[in-house]
């Protein structure tokens, strides 16, 4: 079964850092664009970064330019994104989704991050 | 920056009725890049449709996909209960992705 199961997240203060992990299986991870959503409380969708099949291209949505890195270990079947300097505005539930003919076609169920004092 | 508006924001009608969602971007979209999503309360979202209008695998022949340049179309045929989600368009290419505010659909 294609699956991508997502962790890490948690309640953290402004300020802080964290790193979230999704795992893949099922289908060939290497072979595959990969991205993060997220979605905060009662809004809509936001993508939030990419990464290509290997690292040599990533890319990221304004708001989170600078202070999140997207990484992967297609070894590991798994992507990551570490997220620093989070402010209130970050709280929200992040997705890991695979990219496929320009599309995202399997979801993981999320991992909630809150950004509180 | 493509911007993506949909409309209506909600959509109210009953079983066995056609919606039908809009979906205008600020400028001209290749069809390859655009695809619809169905987000039902508390799930991730599914994919439904991509390339503007080629069905995702076992998603029902009631979904379908139409459009080109700044206007692209969802729409549902003969509606059931378990279609009561938001559904969003999205714009992927060129290593980012646009989505679409969202459109609720409400069945009666």
């Known amino acids: 079964e294609v699956q991508l199961v997502e962790s890490g997240g948690d309640l953290v203060q402004p300020g802080g850092s964290l790193r979230l992990s999704c795992a893949a299986s099922?289908?060939?991870?290497?072979?595959?664009?990969m991205t993060w959503v997220r979605q905060a409380p009662g809004k809509g969708l936001e993508w939030v970064s990419y990464?290509?099949?290997?690292?040599?291209?990533?890319n990221h949505a304004d708001s989170v330019r600078g202070r999140f890195t997207i990484y992967r270990d297609n070894a590991d079947k798994s992507m990551f994104l570490v997220m620093n300097s989070l402010t209130v505005e970050d709280t929200a539930v992040y997705y890991c989704?695979?990219?496929?003919?320009?599309?995202?076609?399997?979801w993981g169920q999320g991992t909630t991050v809150t950004v509180a004092s | 920056e493509i911007v993506l508006t949909q409309s209506p924001g909600t959509l109210s009608l009953f079983p066995g009725e056609r919606a039908t969602l809009s979906c205008k971007a600020s400028?001209?979209?290749?069809?390859?890049?655009l695809a619809w999503y169905q987000q039902r309360l508390g799930q991730p979202p599914r994919l439904l449709i991509y390339?503007?209008?080629r069905r995702a695998t076992g998603i029902p022949d009631r979904f379908s996909g139409s459009g080109s340049g700044t206007d692209f179309t969802l729409t549902i045929s003969r509606l059931d209960p378990e279609d009561s989600a938001v559904y969003y368009c999205?714009?992927?290419?060129?290593?980012?992705?646009?989505f679409g505010q969202g459109t609720k659909l409400e069945i009666k």
């Open positions: 989704a695979r990219w496929s003919r320009n599309a995202l076609d399997v």
């Open positions: 099922g289908f060939t991870f290497g072979s595959f664009e």
């Open positions: 990464i290509g099949q290997s690292e040599s291209i990533t």
């Open positions: 400028q001209a979209v290749s069809t390859t890049y």
């Open positions: 390339g503007a209008s």
């Open positions: 999205q714009r992927c290419g060129s290593s980012s992705c646009t």
